[in-house]
Structure formats: structure tokens, C-alpha cells
């Protein structure tokens, strides 16, 4: 009779481990939502440095009693081109947006807002990425609601297009306006 061996149970148990964690995933209040600690927190410390030419972000300016966007972007990324229209709007339309490029060169960051337009206030320039690590940004774009507090409100990841955006973003915006 030959013997067989313990760790040939291994392979079984792991999956159906997995197995477990997905089917519990998928009964959660918001599947596609990514948790943030940083919602309800103060806003955290944002680099004061700022992309060569374009204003430079102080504290002061999440905290002017109006809601604020803090944007997370690069001119690499092509999420962040596809939202681009979106931001400009939004401008357009009043909203305060602080544009952090993170991870990026700042010559390729200057020519992408000279060629598709600057809807931001102010735009902090990241290169290490340091301040997109405090806010927790896992890629670009991520879009934060800041309240006039300075306070987070609300963490979106991806770009702010599509139903995604109009389902879970547009409301915790209005949200956040009417308050």
C-alpha cells in the first residue's frame, strides 16, 4: 500500500481558503469600494514643493471653508488623461482641485497641462511619491473630497468617468456640497 503523502492535502485546503475569502468578499456593503483610513481623518500633509510654473499648495487651502478636491495624477498615466475633460469641467463650473503629480518628470507633467489644459489651483509636485503614500493613493488617479475643514471626506479610486463615477462619486460630492 503506498503511502501518501500529508502536504498532497496542501493544495485543496489553500484553494478553498481562497474560495471562502471571495465568497465573502462578495457580500460586502461596497464590493468595489477600496476602505481608506483616511476618511472622517484631517487631511494629511501635502509637499509644498510645486510642479516648475504653476502655484504652489499651502495648508491653508483646505481649510477655506469650502470643499475641495485633492486630485492624485501623472501625465504617464492614461486613466488620468480620460478623467482630464472631467477636472476641467469641474473647474469651470467653481470646484477648488489640488492636482498632487505624483511618481512623474516634471517636463512631461508641464507640457501635459500646457497641451490639455490646468484645472488645478494649485499643483504640488511629487516625484517620489511620498505624499501620495500618506493619503494611501494605491495609483493614479484618486480623487479625494476634502470638507472646508480640511477633513476627508470621501476617497475615490479610478477616474472620474463612467457609471462608476456618476453612481459613488457625483452623490458623496453633492453630499458634500449640500452640507
Not at 78 to 86: G, I, Q, S, T, V
Not at 102 to 110: G, L, P, S, V
Not at 155 to 160: D, H, N, Q, V
Request: negative net charge; charged residues 15%.
Amino acid at each position: 500500500m503506498a503511502k501518501v503523502s500529508p502536504l498532497m492535502a496542501l493544495p485543496p485546503v489553500i484553494f478553498g481558503a481562497f474560495a471562502i475569502l471571495a465568497y465573502v468578499g462578495m457580500f460586502r456593503e461596497d464590493p468595489q469600494g477600496l476602505p481608506s483610513t483616511r476618511v472622517g481623518q484631517p487631511a494629511p500633509p501635502i509637499t509644498e514643493l510645486a510642479l516648475s510654473g504653476y502655484p504652489a499648495f499651502r495648508p491653508e487651502m483646505l481649510q477655506t471653508g469650502e470643499v475641495t478636491l485633492v486630485n492624485f495624477w501623472a501625465s504617464w498615466c492614461p486613466p488620468c488623461r480620460l478623467e482630464h475633460p472631467k477636472l476641467l469641467e469641474m473647474q469651470a463650473e467653481g470646484m477648488s482641485i489640488i492636482g498632487v503629480n505624483i511618481r512623474d518628470q516634471q517636463a512631461n507633467a508641464t507640457r501635459y497641462l500646457i497641451e490639455d489644459g490646468n484645472p488645478f489651483s494649485a499643483v504640488p509636485f511629487d516625484p517620489g511619491g511620498r505624499t501620495s503614500i500618506d493619503w494611501g493613493v494605491t495609483a493614479p488617479p484618486e480623487t479625494f473630497i476634502v470638507d472646508g475643514d480640511g477633513i476627508v471626506l470621501y476617497r475615490f479610486a479610478g477616474p472620474l468617468v463612467g457609471s462608476d463615477y456618476e453612481q459613488r462619486f457625483v452623490p458623496a460630492l453633492e453630499a458634500a456640497l449640500a452640507d
